[in-house]
C-alpha cells in the first residue's frame, strides 16, 4: 500500500470502530452519521463520502465481522473453511464448522443484535438480515452436501433436514441465548454445540 492509501484504510477503519460503539450503545436508529464522525474524529462529510449511507455503513460492520478482514474473499473461498469442506474425517469437519462459527459469533455478536433489532422497524436494514440469513443458509448447504458426501448420515435424516439441524445448532440465537443469556463460555457453547452436531448428524458409534 502507498502511504495514501494506509491513511484511508486507517481511517475506514476508525469510523467503523466508532459506528460499532454507537450503535451497540445507542442503538442503530439513535445514532446519527454526524454523532458517528464526531466520535470518529471525522468530518461528517468524509464519513458520507465512504460510506454514502447509515446503512451501507452497517452492513460493511457486519461483513467485516463476519470475514474478520476486509478482503472481499467470499466465504465459502476462505481457506478455514475449504479445509473443513475437504476434511475426510467427518466428526473433525463438524468440529471445525463449530469451532469456525464460535470466532465468527465472538466478532459479530454485538453487530447481529445491532441488525435483528433495527430490522423489525426499518425495512432495508430487514433485507440486510434476510441476506445475512441467507448467506449462512447457503454456507451451511455446501457443508452439510460435503458431509453427506464422506459417511451416511443419520438414520432418517437427508441432506435438506441435516441442514436445517445444522442451521438451528449453528444460529446467532441460540448462541446468544447460550452465551449472552445463560452466561455459557464460548468455549463451552462450542463443545456442546460440536458434540451435538455429531449426534444428530452422523450415525451411532
Do not use: C
Not at 5 to 20: D, G, L, S
Not at 69 to 86: F, M
Not at 116 to 128: C, G, S, Y
Amino acid at each position: 500500500m502507498t502511504r495514501r492509501a494506509e491513511q484511508t484504510q486507517a481511517n475506514r477503519q476508525r469510523m467503523r470502530r466508532a459506528a460499532q460503539t454507537l450503535f451497540t450503545t445507542r442503538g442503530y436508529a439513535a445514532t446519527s452519521m454526524q454523532a458517528i464522525a464526531d466520535e470518529a474524529g471525522m468530518a461528517v462529510q468524509t464519513l458520507y463520502f465512504t460510506f454514502r449511507t447509515k446503512r451501507a455503513l452497517l452492513g460493511e460492520l457486519l461483513d467485516v465481522a463476519v470475514a474478520g478482514d476486509d478482503e472481499p474473499v467470499p466465504n465459502l473461498e476462505r481457506p478455514q473453511v475449504l479445509a473443513a469442506i475437504d476434511d475426510p474425517d467427518p466428526v473433525a469437519q463438524l468440529r471445525t464448522q463449530t469451532r469456525l462459527a464460535r470466532e465468527v459469533y465472538e466478532r459479530v455478536a454485538p453487530i447481529l443484535q445491532v441488525v435483528a433489532h433495527a430490522a423489525t422497524a426499518d425495512p432495508e436494514i430487514h433485507e440486510l438480515w434476510e441476506t445475512n440469513n441467507a448467506q449462512r443458509a447457503v454456507v451451511m448447504e455446501r457443508m452439510t452436501a460435503a458431509l453427506a458426501a464422506k459417511t451416511a448420515l443419520r438414520e432418517g435424516l437427508d441432506t435438506a433436514m441435516a441442514t436445517d439441524i445444522t442451521l438451528a445448532l449453528l444460529s446467532p440465537e441460540l448462541y446468544h441465548l447460550l452465551t449472552a443469556r445463560r452466561g455459557w463460555d464460548p468455549s463451552r457453547w462450542e463443545s456442546w454445540t460440536a458434540d451435538a452436531l455429531v449426534t444428530q448428524l452422523l450415525p451411532p458409534g
